[in-house]
């Protein structure tokens, strides 16, 4: 079945560091794949999503490239802020899997001032 | 934007109580989901729904959890006898077609806490 594999956690920064969130999944057919982001008691929030290969998102500074080839989508940004503090989550969705979306563990981000 | 709201944003319910948990799809989606997200823990798939009758569900979607679409706006889960297990974040989600590239729209979340 479909999985995603992340980067474990936590990870903590300084304030104008760059991040990197490393994402793989393993998934039937062609998926779309997104990261989305959970703010400290709050919901889940879409961040950014590609649907093919080699497309890449982009939202907020924060940037991830579908690598077919490498079956990856590891999140980046150049220059994390005491407000991106979150926890990350890789997920895809395939049509062939009901349209369901598959998540991985998340990745806890601290970011110190 | 349009978006998936849900009801209540926290519930405490004493071991062995119902539980319904409401949601309000985006009005033009066709497919609803319910998704489980248990402290410091992965969001877990438990139930979709399409036209009407559940489409696919978890191990975690056993016989103590229902799911039901009452009035073609609201869309519910209910867990019969809750257990402290239960305890969790519990989101809804709905989306419009599943081909690929098609966003699947969450709402903020219901959190449980059974006692």
């Known amino acids: 079945g479909d999985s995603v594999t992340q980067m474990e956690g936590p990870v903590t920064l300084s304030e104008e560091a760059c991040l990197t969130i490393?994402?793989?999944?393993?998934?039937?057919?062609?998926?779309?794949l997104f990261w989305y982001v959970q703010y400290p008691g709050e919901g889940l929030q879409l961040l950014l999503k590609?649907?093919?290969?080699?497309d890449k998102g982009s939202n907020k500074g924060f940037e991830a490239t579908y690598r077919k080839e490498t079956t990856s989508f590891h999140l980046e940004k150049g220059s994390v802020q005491v407000s991106d503090s979150a926890v990350y989550f890789c997920?895809?969705?395939?049509?062939?899997?009901?349209?369901?979306?598959?998540f991985g563990d998340g990745t806890t981000l601290t970011v110190k001032p | 934007e349009p978006e998936v709201t849900q009801t209540p944003s926290h519930q405490v319910t004493q071991m062995g109580q119902e539980v319904i948990l409401r949601c309000v799809p985006i009005?033009?989606?066709?497919?609803f989901y319910w998704y489980r997200q248990i402290l410091g823990q992965k969001v877990e798939f438990l139930v979709s729904?399409?036209?009407?009758?559940?489409?696919?569900k978890s191990e975690i979607f056993d016989d103590q959890f229902s799911v039901e679409r009452p009035d073609g706006s609201n869309f519910t889960l209910k867990i019969r006898s809750t257990k402290l297990e239960d305890s969790a974040m519990y989101f809804c989600?709905?989306?419009?077609?599943?081909?690929?590239?098609?966003?699947?729209?969450f709402g903020e979340g219901s959190w449980l806490t059974v006692v």
């Open positions: 997920a895809l969705s395939s049509k062939s899997n009901a349209g369901k979306s598959t």
């Open positions: 989600a709905s989306r419009t077609e599943i081909f690929s590239g098609n966003t699947i729209y």
């Open positions: 490393n994402c793989t999944y393993t998934a039937t057919g062609y998926p779309s």
């Open positions: 729904f399409y036209n009407n009758e559940i489409s696919e």
């Open positions: 590609a649907t093919k290969a080699d």
């Open positions: 009005s033009n989606h066709l497919y």
